[in-house]
Nanobody, 125 residues
Framework: QVQLVESGGGLVQPGGSLRLSCAASGRTFSLYAMAWFRQAPGNEREFVAAIKWSGGTTYYPDSVKGRFTISRDNAKNTVYLQMNSLKPEDTAVYYC??????????????????WGQGTQVTVSS
């Protein structure tokens, strides 16, 4: 089993920045990719960013490209999401996810088998 613990959410003004962290523990010797998704009330879970653990290839949707950066610390089994130029529409619960085996697509929540508990991000003045 794998456990994911997120931190770093909160309230920020439009244009501000936040950094989310997600630490993985347990059976992390098999780790293919980690990602961030978000879900606002009444909406489906939305892809935000992903990173392949070996090689560090990153993926972003157009809605956050240039504003958000995903990174990893291999030694700590931790993934980060640096969010800059935040907008009110970025308000959501942000979830960390982990995929333990190879999969062709890392941008859909359907392909992740471990999830964190979520952390609230609110962008408001």
């Amino acid at each position: 089993q794998v456990q994911l613990v997120e931190s770093g959410g909160g309230l920020v003004q439009p244009g501000g920045s936040l950094r989310l962290s997600c630490a993985a523990s347990g059976r992390t010797f098999s780790l293919y990719a980690m990602a961030w998704f978000r879900q606002a009330p009444g909406n489906e879970r939305e892809f935000v960013a992903a990173i392949k653990w070996s090689g560090g290839t990153t993926y972003y949707p157009d809605s956050v490209k240039g504003r958000f950066t995903i990174s990893r610390d291999n030694a700590k089994n931790t993934v980060y999401l640096q969010m800059n130029s935040l907008k009110p529409e970025d308000t959501a619960v942000y979830y960390c996810a982990l995929r333990s085996s190879v999969v062709p697509i890392v941008t859909t929540p359907l392909n992740y088998n471990y999830w964190g508990q979520g952390t609230q991000v609110t962008v408001s003045s």
